[in-house]
């Protein structure tokens, strides 16, 4: 019923900057909270990011400072911009998204997932 798709993944270098993108469909976008989450090799997938309807933002303590999550209702897309990456953040990034009733921190209330998209930091 909600497809996501995420880009902008790739291979940079510590300290470098990514922004990743998610294009949703098939529902109104903007009834739902959008949340970014992370999955490293042979680890959980982990909470990164999450932004509500207005805007109202929550973040990991590893990312606080460092990303920042933002959305765009006309064109039904959210951002995680990803600046002073280092090596620990080197996980496929996914996209997910929360219908009513709302909990943005946790991993098996989100409704709807993406693909994923490769982020690789090097040292």
């Known amino acids: 019923q909600v497809q996501l798709v995420e880009s902008g993944g790739g291979l940079v270098q510590a300290g470098d900057s990514l922004r990743l993108s998610c294009v949703a469909s098939?529902?109104?976008?903007?009834?739902?909270?959008m949340g970014w989450f992370r999955q490293a090799p042979g680890k959980e997938r982990e909470f990164v990011a999450a932004?509500?309807?207005?805007?109202?933002?929550n973040y990991a303590d590893s990312v606080k400072g460092r990303f920042t999550i933002s959305r765009d209702n006309a064109k039904n897309t959210v951002y995680l911009q990803m600046n002073s990456l280092k090596p620990e953040d080197t996980a496929v990034y996914y996209c997910?998204?929360?219908?009513?009733?709302?909990?943005?921190?946790?991993?098996?209330?989100?409704?709807?997932w993406g693909q994923g998209t490769q982020v690789t930091v090097s040292s």
């Open positions: 098939g529902r109104t976008f903007s009834n739902y909270i």
């Open positions: 997910a998204a929360d219908s009513p009733p709302y909990n943005y921190d946790i991993l098996t209330e989100y409704d709807y």
């Open positions: 932004i509500t309807r207005g805007s109202m933002t």
